[in-house]
């Protein structure tokens, strides 16, 4: 699975961003597709996660109730919405895909390039 993340750039706080993840190369459907992010200086960290349909949801207790993961099979994309957005939220922005993957980072096998997210202050 290639995955490419888009939509990241600079928005002052307390804006939105939506950031989308394309998948080429398996069956999309196959897999559990979560969103995380690594800011300067720190570890990745979890961000979101969706299940193979779309039914189930996990979200990181920094993001719970601003960010909303979700996917669209027919178009092979993950997409996360991100509202009231805060500095500290500032990171790239890695896309990954694993069969049965959930939060965990060692549950996923692909994992796209990164999108950066810039907050201002």
């Known amino acids: 699975v290639q995955l490419v993340e888009s939509g990241g750039g600079l928005v002052q706080a307390g804006g939105s961003l939506m950031l989308s993840c394309a998948a080429t190369?398996?069956?999309?459907?196959?897999?559990?597709m979560g969103w995380f992010r690594q800011a300067p200086g720190k570890e990745r960290e979890f961000v979101a996660v969706?299940?193979?349909?779309?039914?189930?949801?996990a979200y990181g207790d920094s993001v719970k109730g601003r960010f909303t993961i979700s996917r669209d099979n027919a178009k092979n994309t993950v997409y996360l919405q991100m509202n009231s957005l805060k500095p500290e939220d500032t990171a790239v922005y890695y896309c990954a895909a694993g069969i049965g993957a959930w939060r965990s980072e060692r549950s996923y096998d692909y994992w796209g390039q990164g999108t950066l997210v810039t907050v201002s202050s």
């Open positions: 969706t299940s193979r349909s779309g039914s189930s949801t």
């Open positions: 190369g398996r069956t999309f459907s196959n897999y559990a």
